[in-house]
């Protein structure tokens, strides 16, 4: 019933921008959390950046200054934003979605993503030196 919809990956070089889409349909919940999370080859899936339905941001520090993440409400669609990207950026991004109600911790870039509820298709993010 709830699905995500993501787009906007691409292949880039180093320094490039990319801006990532990640539209909600069934979902209207008042109080949610939802996050963008990335997966390269080898490693865990790692949370990059978390909004609440306050609006209320968080980032990880590799991250930090260079990433955006915010949502249309109008439009139900949840955004990020990627400046200066690094090599070390490529990735399968995701984006998550989850009532607040559903896990006792905050909405912060490092929710573990076992916690969140729904889960987007993936978009490939790949950044040349």
């Known amino acids: 019933e709830v699905q995500l919809v993501e787009s906007g990956g691409g292949s880039v070089q180093a320094g490039g921008s990319l801006r990532l889409s990640c539209t909600v349909f069934?979902?209207?919940?008042?109080?949610?959390?939802m996050g963008w999370f990335r997966q390269a080859p080898g490693k865990e899936r790692e949370g990059v950046a978390a909004?609440?339905?306050?609006?209320?941001?968080s980032y990880a520090d590799s991250v930090k200054g260079r990433f955006t993440i915010s949502q249309d409400n109008a439009k139900n669609t949840l955004y990020l934003q990627m400046n200066s990207l690094k090599p070390e950026d490529t990735a399968m991004f995701y984006c998550?979605?989850?009532?607040?109600?559903?896990?006792?911790?905050?909405?912060?870039?490092?929710?573990?993503?076992?916690?969140?509820?729904?889960w987007g298709q993936g978009t490939q993010v790949t950044v040349s030196s």
């Open positions: 998550a979605a989850s009532p607040r109600g559903t896990y006792g911790g905050s909405c912060r870039w490092h929710r573990p993503a076992g916690t969140y509820n729904y």
């Open positions: 909004i609440d339905s306050a609006g209320v941001t």
């Open positions: 069934g979902y209207s919940y008042s109080n949610y959390c």
